[in-house]
């Protein structure tokens, strides 16, 4: 039995508004980041118990074949050791990209405060509005 719990569509944990100020950029990637985290911490559990169902499934197997009863029976159970393990496999994978991509942000994170923190700075504490980021590019 898995304790996963699907989520709202569009519950995205920072979403794409267009909205592309210093902080709120930084907030996004902050919450992007907590959110890859949070899914490493679910995705390592998915992979566990599938790991451990299919080592279950193999010893039930097992069980029936010793039992006695039809070869096939104890053929389909094993498919399923063999699917739950192969899935545990991917599960894994995906545990590595999502630790990756935490990473990632993080550093996208800092990035971003090196390049833009100063200006942002010096932007928010002018009494007088300030031309924003591109303006003389035009």
């Known amino acids: 039995m898995s304790d996963l719990v699907p989520r ?23 919450k992007l980041g907590t959110a890859m985290d949070d899914a490493t911490l679910e995705l390592e559990g998915l992979r566990r118990s599938m ?32 699917a739950l393990g192969g899935a545990a496999i991917e599960v894994r994978k995906l545990d590595e990209f999502a630790r990756e991509t935490a990473d990632l942000t993080r550093e996208t994170q800092h990035t971003h405060s090196r390049l833009y923190g100063a200006l942002d700075d010096i932007r928010s504490n002018r009494r007088e509005k300030t031309p924003r980021p591109g303006f003389w590019s035009r």
């Open 8 to 30: 709202p569509a569009g519950a995205a944990p920072a979403p794409a508004d267009g909205d592309n100020r210093y902080k709120s950029v930084q907030a996004k990637l902050r």
């Open 51 to 82: 790991q451990a169902n299919a080592s279950s499934t193999e010893d039930a197997a097992r069980d029936i074949e010793n039992a006695g009863l039809d070869g096939k029976f104890v053929e389909v159970t094993n498919l399923v050791s063999v």
